[in-house]
Nanobody, 118 residues
């Protein structure tokens, strides 16, 4: 059973930074894309950033230039560095491991709260 454990959420002022970490129970990120999604109250869950096993990366337009996703296969961990945070970044952030060919296609972490407020 794959487990994804997130850490690093919290309360930060606008303009501040946080780094989220997602550690897997196995070497899942070497064969699956690692991603971060977020869900704000009353809104649908949305993709924030994804890094494929090939190393290619894509970001939501709303976070380009502010967020950086990275991966450390040796540590079985995917990171999300979030800079210049805005109140609209407030959400529960979920780690995801996605495969386009294997089942189940998605594994999810439990979520970590990020609140941007003065």
């Amino acid at each position: 059973q794959v487990q994804l454990v997130e850490s690093g959420g919290g309360l930060v002022q606008p303009g501040g930074s946080l780094r989220l970490s997602c550690t897997a129970s196995g070497s899942i990120f070497s064969t699956r894309a690692g991603g971060w999604y977020r869900q704000a109250p009353g809104k649908q869950r949305e993709l924030v950033a994804r890094i494929r096993s090939s190393g290619s990366i894509n970001y939501a337009d709303s976070v380009k230039g502010r967020f950086t996703i990275s991966r450390d296969n040796a540590k079985k961990t995917v990171y999300l560095q979030m800079n210049s945070l805005k109140p609209e970044d407030t959400a529960v952030y979920y780690c995801n491991a996605h495969s386009w060919v294997s089942t189940p296609s998605d594994y999810w972490g439990q979520g970590t709260q990020v609140t941007v407020s003065s």
